[in-house]
Structure formats: C-alpha cells, structure tokens
C-alpha cells in the first residue's frame, strides 16, 4: 500500500469546443471537481494541466504534452481526470496510456466518475477498454452530426468556412453571407482585365506586385521574411493568380465541399471528386459577370507544361527548398559545364528577397544523397518484402496511364485549335484588337507545340515500359550499384534542401518494404 504523500499529482483539465455547451464538463466544474477530490484524500498537487477548447480524438495537445514532459522528468507521478474521455477519445491512444505508458513509468491513473484507479484491483478497471471505446464512438457520432450538418448548411447556399475568400468580406449581420470588399474587388477586376488581354499568370503576377498592389496574404497578416523589399504589400505567384482566375465565387456561386477529412481523428485532408462538390448558384453579388468569366476560361491554358528538356537527371522533380518549400531546379551551365541547383522561388522573385539562392553542385549534391539513400536502405529493408513488391508491380497499370495522358493531351490540343479559331474570328469581328488576337495567337500556339512535345516523349516512356525485365530490375532495386531514375522515384518521395547544406531525405513504402 502507498501513503498518498508520496504521489506527486496532476490534475489533467480537458474542454473540447463540442463540450462547450455541457455545464459538467466546463473547466470551472472539472477543476472544482478534482481538487474536492485530492483534498478529501490528503493528495498533494504538483501542478494543473489545462487544455482549453482542444479535442480528444488526438493528444496533440500543449497542456497533455507538457504533462508527458513532466511525467519523463520524475515531477509527478499520478495524474487524476474527472473521467476517462477527459485524458482522451482515442480509444487506441487511450489504452495505450493506460495499460502500456503510465505502468510502465510507474504512474498511478485515477478517472474519479468513472471509479477507475489503476493502483487498485477493481471490475471498474476491467471495463475500461469498453468506456475508452464507448467515448471514442461518442467522438465519431458528433463528427457525423458535424459533417451532415456543414453539408446541409453548404446546400443551403451558405458560406461556412473560416477565412473569406479574396475580394469579399463577411456580412456582419450574417456570417454566413458574402458581401463585396471594395478595395480588394479592384484587384480582382484588375486581374481579370490583364487575363482578357492574352497576359500569362506570371506576367499579371508581375504586373501586380510592380504596381505594390496588396496580395492576399497581406491582408491575413502574414509574416513575411524580414529582408523582404516588398512585405508591406507581399509578392504576387501565379498559382495565386491561377485561382482567383479560376474561382466561380467571382460570379455569386458558392463551390464547396472540395476537401474532406481522412477521418474524424486526423487533422489531414484529401481533395473531393469534383463531382462531388456542393455548388449553389447566385448566393451573394457577383464581382465578375459570367460572360467575361467564360470568355476568360477558354483564354486560360488548360495543361501547363513545361517544354521538353534538354537534360534530363536522376534527382529530377525530387529537390524541395527545406526553407521556402517550393522546387528546386537544376541548371546547366554551358561555361562551367556543370549543373548547379537553384531554388525555384528566389530564382523567379530574387528582387524581392522571398528567399535564398541554394546554390550546390549538382553533380557532389547527387552523390551525397545516393550514399545517403543506400545506406538507410541496406541497413533497414527487408528484402524479401521489397522482392514480392517489385515482382507485384503492374507496369501495364503505367502504361494505361501514359495512354490516357496522351489522349487527354490530344483531346486539350483539339479545343486550344477550336480557340485559335474562335479568337480569329473574334478578331474579324471587331472584338479583339490586332495586338490582343497576336498575344493570344502566341500564347496558344506555344501551348499546343509544348503538348505536342510532350506528347512524344510519353510515347518514349511507353515504349521504355514495355521492354522492363522484372528480374533485372529486381537486381536493380536489392544491389544499389546502377543508377536507376524509377528505382529512386520507388524509394524517395521527397527531398529537403536547406541553404545551411542540410538534407532531409523523405522515404516512400516505409509499411511495404521496411
């Protein structure tokens, strides 16, 4: 038996924002609750864990963490809950703590409602596995009525997430209502002009940020690097400008639902079918009429590709910036004759210090990775596991896809020509100028020679998959000797590269071969 001056204690408070509207379960009530408890019982508290507003299907909580901090730290050694579904919703993580983690550093967990001590031998303990599962089923029921009730509401015609899109602001007698922010909308009418007259997203992105017209993110208070020249107005992308450009909310719809939650205990999100989105029409006043909305979509490049590449590399499409997690390109230099990486982002705003340069030799920045790549391998796979994966490996399933992008790309190159048509003719008609119908004209063009480009080199991709030995690139994938571009696509999903000369190296099939 243990006297209870020897327990160090820690009262664990938890309130999720679905708790909120239960009087037992507010903060005040829990804490009142447990210290009644530990003074009816001579305990003696070390400190008080409060995580305000955070739910219990995950513990990436700040007051839990520190808690575990304490605990690996000798500061307490018993923690007491009101109940079970305070600690957590999880019914795994929760009888993990429980069964595993607490007796495992000598921990003494009380749960008061639920009369559950773990230093005690009790039938309340026995059934805790069942209470953990009773709470984390409450947990998934409240997620559904969430979720049903936020389809019903985007049915309904009503905006529901968080931020407001750029160029409206929320009506502030109903926040689920759009109306039109005037200094914003200019902008975006601005964008809209520059698009009509055949302009890229990078030369409108440009334009913008030449003339310190705000961005988006200045408005949301976003930190910007300190050596920015221009942080006071920030730095228009073209991904930006890509989707105001494309956005239907310019023109009074609503288009949600377009990402849903792996499940009710992740925070990760996938992207929607786009079937499967929740559009309602003219909900709130249009910025752009439907019309100029239209004509610019057709004016708009459908396949963004890049032209064929005169050098190809085994790292290729891999290399991210550890600092700014944009791209990193590699780059030939005809006077060195080496390739040198750049990171993508300063390279197309370096006026505007967004960045930093990452500058590395190619050719030692390869084989430093390759050396790093076969030892974590040699040391972790198992090769077995990675045989019957390789041997599995269905490269007709590639080949389909390759066809499939083919034909997708003939089908684009059809409607770019029927364009190229239209924009003639709307030229005859009085309603493009000559300068406009020639920017255009070349715009088009170049897109429908770029896909064509492509286009080849996918015939060459499936030709080259259609001649792999399986065996051979079995030897390939175990032995490490031949540098294979699909065997380190297979192995690497991505790779970090930070200015101070870091590398993270982020690896694929950890469950599959590992």
């Known amino acids: 038996m243990h006297n209870n001056s020897c327990f160090k204690v820690g009262l664990y408070i938890r309130l999720s924002k679905n708790d909120g509207n239960v009087e037992s379960d507010s903060i005040v009530s829990q804490r009142s609750l447990l210290n009644q408890y530990v003074k009816e019982n001579n305990y003696y508290v070390i400190d008080e864990y409060v995580d305000d507003g955070f739910t219990g299907t995950n513990f990436d909580r700040p007051a839990f963490k ?16 009101k109940d079970m579904s305070r600690l957590g919703r999880d019914y795994i993580g929760t009888g993990e703590l429980i069964e595993k983690y607490f007796p495992n550093n000598n921990i003494r967990y009380i749960a008061i409602n639920d009369g559950i001590d773990t230093f005690l031998d009790n039938t309340n303990n026995d059934i805790a596995p069942f209470k953990a599962i009773m709470n984390d089923m409450y947990a998934k029921d409240i997620s559904k009525k969430v979720k049903t009730s936020l389809h019903s509401r985007m049915k309904e015609g009503l905006y529901v997430s ?6 409206y602001l929320k009506d502030p007698n109903n926040k689920n209502h759009l109306l039109i922010n005037e200094e914003q909308a200019k902008t975006v009418k601005l964008i809209y002009d520059l698009a009509l007259k055949g302009n890229t997203y990078h030369y409108i992105a440009g334009e913008l940020t030449k003339r310190k017209i705000k961005t988006p993110a200045s408005y949301y208070n976003y930190v910007w690097n300190s050596k920015c020249i221009s942080k006071e107005f920030g730095v228009w992308v073209d991904t930006t400008i890509k989707t105001i450009l494309t956005n239907r909310i310019y023109v009074g719809d ?3 639902g377009k990402t849903k939650k792996i499940n009710y205990k992740l925070k990760k999100t996938i992207k929607n079918n786009p079937k499967d989105y929740i559009i309602a029409l003219n909900t709130h006043e249009a910025i752009i009429d439907r019309n100029t909305f239209n004509y610019v979509q057709d004016l708009l490049p459908k396949n963004v590709k890049r032209p064929e590449k005169k050098r190809f590399y085994l790292l290729d499409g891999l290399l991210y910036c550890g600092d700014c997690k944009h791209r990193i390109t590699i780059r030939y230099q005809n006077k060195t004759g080496r390739s040198y990486t750049t990171c993508d982002y300063y390279r197309t705003y370096s006026k505007y210090h967004v960045c930093t340069t990452h500058t590395n030799n190619y050719e030692i920045l390869e084989n430093v990775i390759l050396d ?8 972790n796979l198992d090769q077995n596991k990675i045989k019957n994966y390789i041997e599995n490996l269905n490269f007709t399933d590639n080949c389909l896809k390759i066809k499939k992008q083919i034909e997708s790309l003939r089908i684009t190159n059809n409607k770019l020509i029927e364009n190229l048509d239209k924009t003639y003719m709307d030229k005859l008609k009085g309603l493009l100028d000559e300068s406009q119908y020639l920017r255009i004209r070349k715009n088009l063009k170049k897109e429908i020679d770029d896909n064509k480009l492509i286009i080849a080199n996918l015939k060459k991709e499936q030709l080259n998959l259609n001649k792999i030995d399986n065996k051979n690139y079995i030897n390939e994938f175990l032995s490490f000797d031949s540098q294979n571009r699909k065997l380190i696509i297979n192995l690497v999903e991505k790779i970090y590269i930070y200015q101070n000369k870091r590398i993270d190296i982020i690896f694929n099939f950890k469950n599959k071969i590992l």
């Open 162 to 167: 968080g931020r407001c899109p750029f160029g």
């Open 372 to 379: 790093n790549i076969r030892k974590v391998y040699k040391k």
């Open 66 to 81: 520190r808690m575990i901090k304490d605990i690996e730290l000798g500061k307490i050694n018993m923690i007491i809950t």
């Open 254 to 256: 609503l288009v949600q």
